[in-house]
């Protein structure tokens, strides 16, 4: 063993090892010669062992990265001539027409594409893209078009996992053991549970970051002033906060009007500034002790800021394979008193992909408590959202492990209790689904998975061998979700595109048949894409007629049982309706069970078309909107390729344009459908604010009866009219979204047609090598296993 390993293992946290990589006498060329197999052997363990292979992954990559550079590449891989050997483009006038004259390619736009990582390549790939832009500064139709294109290149693409579950499911312990973090989050039933929103993902820095979003100073203010205004039983977790926040000894000392004075808040000035405060640390341990005092309430903390947090945003070193473009959301309860967190609540459960419901595995009513947080949420994640997946997560499976047992008695004993528990599971998930309600509306069968895990088993390095924990099940969920291949196959694809129209741009030949059978085709494609859209539109009309009927018949009985008390709890249910009628209509108890009238209002509107917007706006991928209708869109350029040789390459590039105006266009639908579906509720909120701005200054004896009586009578009054507005609104949207869909794919598309078939420019570079390169790239990319 030579110094090189020592210093390495040392560098890597793994000094511990250091005395075996010796005894097997692992040099400096021993260690890149390592096969999984003997690092297996000479690193047993799960944890240390998954380190070694990812610094290991990246110390290979800079050593290849490195012999890369210094090797001149020869004969036909990717041959460098005089002409090839020059970036920007002539400027002395038509006679120099295919000469570069500039400085010289970036080394790595000149590589062998030998069989090194997708990572590597696709450095390449972006520094020639870099390389290339500088060549188009002549300030053409043609070239402000490509440069606008090669800026648009990198699209950041991130799927959100919203994780819910009652206090004590066992949450924390559960992404700790997913992402390989034993300390990150805290748990345990004797430290309080997390009280904010917190994301965890990926980040390139080696550090462990956090970043914390607080409220507003005047959503603090108006919090207490309602507090101060309507407090009872159903304020205890104010009173909780002001304790965290200010002490035992605030009462008489604090309120509204100098909540917000400067010495409260010494340490944490960006609260006041409204600016987001970041922290660092080198280990998980030690973000997670910084965070403390911003995510949780915790008797060992003695100076508490949780209650004034938005959310926390945990950046962790890219140890895994999983997280870059996956961000997991521990999402507290149904949703927030506080207007802020309330609306950030929302819109985090609207655009999780996938949502983890986590129950724990010994509690008689974990199935009905998993349902009921579905059943809550299921219209911001259907069709108000956008979620394909729905896991069942069954916790803490393995309490009945014991130290004494063998890794044997344990995957055995483990075997059976989880068949056992996803059986059981399953059979409430089908029951539920067969009865009339929320989530039936918005989700098939086939969206549901359950999963028996057993987070303390895995984190347990005396059973590391125990694979029955499906832990490892979910990590290869998240593997998948986070599709970097895809990223690099849109990004190298879409890059070979606009090489190809430079390239192609560079030919003088006519362009006029094929440029007439393109137009042709879009025509008669964009006709094809309206019929669906039309189809969708008179369907949402129908059901929305029939209910408004319903919403003026049934409305009475609903809004009665909401705004008037059970008998013997009128006493207490006047305070919760001044709550209801301050905050527009919605409230949130200590028990964080969500009321909405509003939603009330609206049921009737939503289940006349949830089944239709179902069916419309997909939220499975693999099923595209309006019956698939924009994904089998084509200009059919590969018929035209074959037909059009000589244009080969701006019918390559105007398949790139296709396929990325469609990419945009879907998630622009996926937008925009929760705005439409979400209209019918907010509409309804906006024309009851007026008799809850009337309602809530209603004091003194019989308060409580005025404000009822304020609010049938407005409903009653506005019934004609406000059900109709609240249908008119999301049949305006549908029209304008049909609309939008159907300029800019057409604007889009003939732009593209017209400056790649209507423009030769002979000042635009020659890129046949740089094309040569990305184009052997991007067959390797298709050609690989997981494409």
């Excluded at 070239?143 to 499911?169: C, N, P, Q, Y």
């Excluded at 805290?186 to 309080?192: I, K, L, V, Y």
């Excluded at 030690?286 to 945990?314: D, F, M």
């Excluded at 906006?686 to 049938?712: F, H, P, V």
Aim: charged share 35%; glycine share 4%; aromatic share 8%.
């Amino acid at each position: 063993m030579d110094d090189f390993v020592c210093d390495i293992l040392k560098e890597w946290g793994l000094s511990k090892y250091i005395e075996k990589f010796k005894d097997h006498e692992v040099d400096k060329e021993g260690l890149y010669c390592l096969t999984d197999k003997l690092i297996d052997e000479l690193i047993p363990k799960v944890g240390p062992k998954g380190k070694f292979i990812k610094k290991f992954e990246l110390l290979k990559k800079q050593q290849d990265s490195a012999t890369n550079q210094e090797t001149v590449p020869s004969g036909q891989e990717y041959e460098e001539t005089e002409e090839s050997a020059q970036v920007f483009p002539s400027t002395s006038g038509a006679n120099d027409t295919g000469k570069r004259k500039g400085k010289q390619l970036s080394q790595a736009s000149k590589r062998r594409c030998t069989p090194d990582s997708e990572e590597s390549k696709l450095s390449d790939v972006k520094k020639i893209m870099n390389d290339v832009q500088p060549m188009l500064l002549d300030n053409t139709d043609i070239s402000d078009f490509l440069m606008r294109k090669i800026s648009d290149l990198t699209t950041e693409k991130r799927e959100l996992v919203g994780v819910f579950g009652k206090t004590g499911a066992g949450k924390s312990t559960l992404i700790n053991a997913i992402i390989g973090e034993k300390n990150l989050l805290p748990t345990g039933r004797r430290d309080a549970c997390t009280t904010v929103m917190i994301k965890v993902e990926a980040s390139d820095s080696p550090k462990y970051e956090a970043y914390i979003e607080f409220i507003t100073p005047k959503e603090w203010e108006d919090e207490l002033w309602s507090f101060e205004r309507f407090q009872d039983d159903e304020f205890e977790d104010t009173e909780e906060k002001l304790t965290a926040l200010y002490g035992q000894d605030w009462k008489g000392k604090i309120n509204h009007t100098n909540c917000n004075d400067n010495k409260h808040f010494k340490e944490i000035p960006h609260f006041l500034k409204s600016d987001t405060m970041s922290l660092t640390s080198d280990s998980a341990e030690g973000i997670s002790a910084e965070i403390a005092k911003y995510t949780r309430n915790s008797r060992a903390v003695k100076k508490q800021y949780w209650p004034l947090v938005k959310c926390v945003t945990l950046k962790l070193p890219d140890r895994n394979d999983f997280l870059q473009h996956v961000t997991i959301v521990d999402l507290p309860g149904n949703g927030d008193r506080n207007r802020s967190r309330d609306k950030m609540w929302k819109e985090l459960v609207g655009k999780c992909s996938t949502v983890w419901i986590v129950s724990e595995a010994n509690r008689s009513a974990a199935e009905r408590e998993a349902w009921e947080i579905l059943e809550n949420s299921c219209c911001l994640m259907g069709n108000g959202g956008e979620c394909q997946q729905i896991h069942f997560i069954c916790t803490k499976c393995d309490d009945f492990v014991e130290p004494a047992m063998s890794a044997e008695e344990v995957r055995n004993t483990l075997l059976q209790e989880n068949q056992t528990n996803k059986e059981s599971i399953e059979s409430e998930i089908l029951k539920s689904l067969q009865k009339e309600g929320n989530v039936k509306n918005h989700f098939n069968k086939d969206c549901f998975k359950v999963f028996t895990v057993c987070a303390r088993t895995f984190l347990n390095e005396t059973y590391e061998k125990v694979e029955d924990t499906e832990i490892p099940a979910l990590q290869e969920f998240l593997k998948n979700l986070d599709d970097r291949h895809s990223e690099t196959l849109n990004y190298v694809s879409r890059a070979h595109g606009i090489l190809s129209l430079i390239q192609g741009a560079r030919n003088r030949k006519s362009k006029k048949d094929v440029y007439k059978d393109l137009e042709e085709t879009l025509s008669s494609e964009l006709g094809r894409v309206r019929i669906p859209m039309k189809e969708a539109y008179a369907a949402f009309e129908t059901g929305l007629v029939e209910g408004v009927k319903k919403s003026c018949i049934s409305w009475r009985k609903s809004v009665t049982e909401a705004i008037c008390p059970k008998p013997g709890k009128g006493r207490g249910f006047h305070k919760t309706l001044k709550c209801v009628v301050n905050n527009s209509g919605a409230f949130t108890s200590k028990k964080k069970v969500a009321k909405n009238l509003n939603v009330i209002l609206s049921s009737w509107l939503t289940d006349s078309i949830d089944e239709k917007f179902k069916e419309t706006f997909p939220n499975e991928r693999k099923s595209g909107p309006f019956k698939n209708a924009l994904n089998v869109f084509t200009l059919g350029t590969e018929k035209l390729i074959q037909k059009y040789k000589d244009d080969e390459l701006q019918l390559i590039f105007l398949k790139t344009e296709e396929e990325k105006v469609k990419h945009k266009l879907n998630k622009t639908i996926r937008d925009r459908k929760k705005t439409i579906y979400n209209s019918l509720t907010d509409k309804i909120e906006k024309n009851m604010q007026t008799c809850y701005d009337a309602a809530k200054e209603e004091e003194g004896e019989g308060s409580m009866i005025r404000m009822q009586d304020i609010i049938l009578d407005h409903i009653k009054d506005n019934e004609d009219t406000m059900f109709e507005e609240a249908k008119s609104e999301m049949l305006e949207q549908l029209v304008k979204l049909k609309n939008d869909i159907l300029v800019e794919l057409e604007e889009t598309l003939r732009e593209s047609m017209e400056l790649a078939l209507e423009t030769d420019s002979d000042s635009l570079p020659d890129v046949s090598s740089e094309l040569d390169f990305v184009k052997k790239f991007l067959s390797e990319l298709k050609g690989s296993p997981s494409e």
